[in-house]
């Protein structure tokens, strides 16, 4: 009996294997038919990531998603290209290598500070080749500089408004950093302190980088590859705002006279300094609209003009540290050692760069240049530029002495070269300094400025048209000149005794010639002069409307016709 019932339970157990067996068989065949149909799928219509997210923004009605399963951290964040919501989708295409939809939420990632916690995020989007750092809306402390990596982007909450020339532009995630807390004895407080920056870890390589609608406090952005060499390319910065920005001068203070604890705005500073190798994209971005971290310094010395007498201002506004004297856009514009005289893309290849594109940005600045760019097709448009009328300064630039009256604090506008450039629609202002209580104004004051030197180039097709200012627009002094529509424009003032357009080719060292250029349809308060003393062809000024102030001056081989309310002067030789 005990034998039979042995029997029986192998003879179970044995059915139910072979049951067992046939169950898998069968379910690893479908698996297998379904991988084999999928494989043979994807060969036949491999995926189009660009339709994808095509096809998820509309199927998907908010723009706000989770992580998905290959990338971004769970509460995720907007996975939308706003660079394309602004200006459409075929605009600024390298916009699209950027991974906007893998977003790492900064609230998904720990650390003992804001620092170590950025770095978590950014380091897990580097390590999936690229994504998104997003601070939804609040206030975020960091206690030292960041640094971005390659592919990785910070953006922040959407604004309320979309605008960031508008007064109420606000983005709601703000990133503020260390402020500089002067005393004024002793050494001083230490720069170490403060004056913080958003860097990038490699700056000559990391590309597909940028910053997107953060409201930006006390950290300049500086993402400087070498001008000349360096292979980072696809920078934006979008829909941010920066405020009290500034470094202090590396040469002061003089310890030999000054005191230890003095500060100096280095004139070199800027808002965003940028270098790159193609396609930066500086676009609606409000910069200095809120300064409050300038102060006074009282008992700052300087060496007199003359003589070696030590002068000392008691009134600690004649010299404050004041985080508007400064630079606010530079693109494509900074270089150790300096630039040749008018560059050419085999002297200065770093100023031919393309893809240079810096618009509808509102920007004050009350020192030195709003906007200053080169590359070859560069567009500088629809930006809006204040500045500060009735300055007053009292030191030379470097800060240790008093000022010449014929100092140059360097106010101006928009300072551009390159090739093949379009500066349209812009408006600014720019007002010089009076040099301490003389009668005497800075040399500056420039709206618009091409010059041969200080990273000036030659010059072959340029088209200025449709700004509005209050001083002059130059081609000075660059010794070739080529290509150029100058057109309705309306200088209504001027705040200097140059002609509002000026268009010279020759040098202090030479007579040049020009070609083609074009001055029209243009409303001055003032005069025009277009002079290129070696001759010239197809050169041209017609159809402009003056104020009867000013007078048009030319070369004879320039046509001057149907303008009207200019005094006539004869032709330059």
Not at 18 to 30: D, K, R, Y
Not at 92 to 101: E, L
Not at 235 to 246: L, T
Not at 485 to 494: A, E, P, Q, V, Y
Request: net charge positive; aromatic share 8%.
């Amino acid at each position: 009996m005990k034998k039979n019932a042995h029997k029986r339970r192998s003879k179970k157990l044995w059915q139910l294997f072979l049951v067992c067996a046939l169950l898998f068989s069968i379910f690893g065949g479908i698996y297998a038919l379904s991988a084999a149909y999928n494989y043979l799928e994807a060969q036949e219509s491999p995926p189009n990531p660009n339709v994808a997210a095509e096809s998820a923004a509309r199927e998907t009605p908010t723009l706000t998603s989770n992580a998905s399963p290959s990338c971004g951290s769970p509460t995720g964040g907007p996975a939308d290209n706003p660079i394309a919501a602004k200006y459409g989708s075929s605009a600024y295409p390298p916009a699209g290598r950027i991974k906007w939809n893998c977003v790492y939420n900064i609230r998904d990632f720990q650390g003992s500070s804001m620092v170590e916690r950025f770095n978590a995020a950014r380091d897990a989007a580097a390590a999936a080749g690229g994504g998104v750092v997003y601070f939804p809306a609040g206030t975020y402390d960091f206690s030292d500089s960041i640094y971005l990596k390659n592919g990785v982007v910070i953006r922040g909450e959407n604004p309320p408004g979309k605008d960031a020339k508008s007064s109420a532009y606000a983005p709601p995630a703000k990133l503020v950093f260390p402020k500089y807390e002067p005393r004024l004895s002793g050494s001083g407080t230490p720069n170490e302190r403060a004056f913080k920056k958003i860097l990038t870890a490699a700056p000559n390589r990391d590309s597909n980088i940028g910053i997107v609608n953060v409201d930006v406090n006390r950290a300049g952005i500086s993402w400087e590859g070498d001008a000349d060499a360096g292979e980072n390319k696809n920078i934006i910065v979008f829909g941010i705002r920066s405020n009290n920005v500034a470094e202090p001068d590396p040469k002061v203070p003089d310890m030999s006279f000054q005191e230890p604890w003095v500060r100096y705005s280095y004139r070199f500073a800027a808002n965003l300094k940028i270098n790159a190798s193609e396609n930066v994209l500086v676009a609606n971005n409000r910069i200095n609209d809120a300064i409050t971290d300038s102060y006074a310094q009282p008992g700052y010395k300087v060496k007199a003009l003359k003589g070696n007498e030590i002068i000392t201002y008691s009134e600690g506004s004649k010299v404050p540290f004041h985080y508007g004297n400064h630079y606010a856009i530079v693109v494509n514009r900074s270089k150790s050692g300096g630039y040749s005289l008018a560059g050419s893309p085999q002297t200065e290849p770093g100023l031919f760069r393309k893809g240079i594109v810096i618009r509808d940005n509102w920007v004050y600045h009350t020192m030195r240049v709003a906007i200053q760019a080169s590359g070859d097709g560069l567009v500088i448009q629809d930006n809006q530029i204040k500045d500060e009328p009735k300055k007053q300064w009292w030191t030379d630039p470097t800060g240790t002495k008093q000022p010449q009256g014929a100092v140059t604090l360097e106010n101006r506008a928009i300072d551009w070269s390159g090739w093949n450039v379009r500066i349209e629609g812009n408006s600014y202002e720019v007002y010089r300094h009076q040099v301490m209580d003389s009668r005497y104004l800075s040399v500056d004051g420039e709206g618009i400025l091409i010059q041969e030197c200080c990273g000036g180039t030659t010059v072959r097709g340029a088209t200025i048209s449709k700004n509005e200012g209050n001083s002059y627009i130059g081609l000075y002094k660059v010794p070739e000149i080529r290509n150029v529509r100058i057109t309705g424009n309306k200088l209504l003032s001027n705040i200097t005794n140059t002609p509002l357009i000026y268009v010279v080719a020759d040098t202090n060292n030479s007579a040049r010639s020009m070609e083609d250029v074009r001055i029209e349809g243009n409303t001055v308060s003032g005069g025009i002069l277009a002079k290129a003393s070696a001759g010239g062809s197809g050169n041209v000024i017609q159809n402009n409307a003056g104020n009867n102030s000013g007078a048009i001056e030319a070369s004879c081989h320039v046509a001057v016709s149907g303008n009207s309310g200019f005094q006539e002067k004869p032709c330059l030789p």
